[in-house]
């Protein structure tokens, strides 16, 4: 018989998960806010991510999107609601590195834990993005629908975070040198020798460039060569692809990958409003982990 959850989890609109897969684990999530042409909306709230794309693509002199993650008092509100049902919290977010959410977060743990020391309250920084934190909040939405303790999914969920590897890719670095995540020299250089780069997400969660390659298919190739260098021996993996504005893109890069590797589960999502804001129309990419470290 399953145990009765002792917590729940809580993320925000960056990890990229289904409606379907939230409502089936029990996940709650925040949205962030995107701020077009002056106007504030809120991610899967009012705005999708096909509608940033648009923007983006449409946007003259650089003026793109801008985003901000969800303040204090909305964790707030949030956490003391799943307190007040006599659960503990463990919320989980996207790197500290390109975003204040984990701070905003941690900032209402602290209020709530001096309104009630007795509140068990974890606030997890992913140091990843996308599917990555989606990836990690679904492992532990599963350890707890288990019965497990909050301790004891925070230690699954580290071991997956030690394991965990990102590439993406696009035809330009322009939008992330627009919202200041890499240098804008090195975008320049990838620009005038046409080259795609592929950017990865390091164990500190901070964006460096992991390759790059001249033409997509090159880089689809390149991508599933450091999936396998990666992962050496650890196989089966779980995988999850994701996509800006490019549905025949991550086809391919997703046919490239597979036809190499033994794969035991797949998600394929749309890269979300307030990610797309970064790293722009086009980017494709995956996250993937052991499947041994899965909780099943």
């Known amino acids: 018989m399953t145990k009765e959850a002792e917590f ?37 709230i009012d705005i999708e991510p096909e509608d940033i794309w648009k923007s983006m693509i449409e946007a003259q002199d650089g003026k793109y999107p801008k985003t901000a993650c969800p303040g204090v008092g909305e964790y707030y509100e949030v956490f003391k609601k799943i307190l007040e049902s006599g659960k503990s919290v463990l919320s989980i977010h996207m790197t500290s590195w390109g975003s204040g959410a984990f701070q905003s977060a941690t900032a209402a743990k602290n209020i709530l834990k001096e309104e009630n020391p007795n509140y068990e309250i974890e606030v997890y920084d992913s140091k990843s993005a996308t599917l990555g934190t989606g990836f ?6 599963k350890a707890a629908l288990k ?3 909050v301790s004891q999914a925070l230690q699954q969920i ?5 394991n965990l590897f990102h590439a993406f890719t696009n035809d ?3 939008y992330l040198a627009a919202g200041g995540r890499i240098g804008k020299a090195k975008y320049l250089l990838a620009e005038v020798f046409n080259i795609n780069p592929i950017i990865s997400i390091d ?18 190739q390149k991508i599933a060569s450091h999936t396998h260098d990666f992962f050496k021996n650890k196989f089966p993996i779980n995988i999850g692809f994701v996509h800006a504005n490019a549905v025949e893109e991550v086809s391919k890069l997703k046919e490239e990958v597979l036809k190499r590797f033994n794969v ?12 797309s804001v970064h790293a722009g129309p086009g980017t494709v990419g995956l996250v993937a982990y052991p499947s041994e470290l899965s909780v099943y």
Do not use: C, P
Not at 11 to 39: A, C, H, P, Q, R
């Open 8 to 44: 729940s989890v809580v993320t925000d609109t960056t990890s990229d998960l289904s409606e379907d897969i939230l409502k089936e684990l029990g996940i709650s999530l925040i949205s962030y806010y995107v701020y077009v042409n002056g106007d504030s909306y809120q991610e899967k």
């Open 136 to 141: 990690l909040a679904m492992e532990a939405a």
């Open 147 to 149: 019965g497990w303790s």
């Open 158 to 162: 580290k071991k997956i975070r030690e």
């Open 172 to 174: 330009t670095l322009k």
């Open 203 to 220: 164990s500190d969660g901070v964006i460096y460039a992991l390759d790059k390659e001249r033409g997509r298919k090159r880089a689809y």
């Open 264 to 275: 035991k589960e797949i998600l394929s999502e749309k890269l979300g409003a307030a990610l």
